[in-house]
């Protein structure tokens, strides 16, 4: 079993930043295919937001979050993050990172995800 863990959402003004990270355990992880990010407004079906292979190599950004969000990680510490910048109200939601072990499809899926973090709640204020 793999478990994720979430943290560095809060509450931020519009136009500022925050960092999320997501710390990944357990006996069997040892590589992933992508690390990703998932956003879930109210209202709303969770979308994709970001992801980055083992390598590094390849990304990839939801048209919504280029050029102000950037995802990165960490293999020997087993954690990724997602650096949020120029932050909007719309970007309110609670943020999950999941993994995907071993698909080479992109962009990623919601479905194609093997493990999920419980999420982490980020609040834009205008």
């Known amino acids: 079993q793999v478990q994720l863990g979430e943290s560095g959402g809060g509450l931020v003004q519009a136009g500022g930043s925050l960092r999320l990270s997501c710390a990944a355990s357990?006996?069997?992880?040892?590589?992933?295919?992508?690390a990703c990010w998932f956003r879930q407004a109210p209202g709303k079906e969770r979308e994709s937001v970001a992801a980055?292979?083992?390598?590094?190599?390849?990304?990839y950004y939801a048209d919504s979050v280029k050029g102000r969000f950037s995802i990165s990680r960490d293999n020997a510490k087993n954690t990724w993050y997602l650096q949020m910048n120029s932050l909007k109200p719309e970007d309110t939601a609670v943020y999950y990172c999941?993994?995907?072990?071993?698909?080479?499809?992109?962009?990623?899926?919601?479905?194609?995800?093997?493990?999920w973090g419980k999420g982490t709640l980020v609040t834009v204020s205008s």
């Open positions: 357990g006996r069997n992880f040892r590589t992933y295919s992508k």
């Open positions: 980055i292979s083992w390598s590094g190599i390849s990304t």
């Open positions: 999941a993994v995907d072990l071993a698909s080479s499809s992109w962009p990623p899926s919601s479905r194609g995800m093997d493990y």
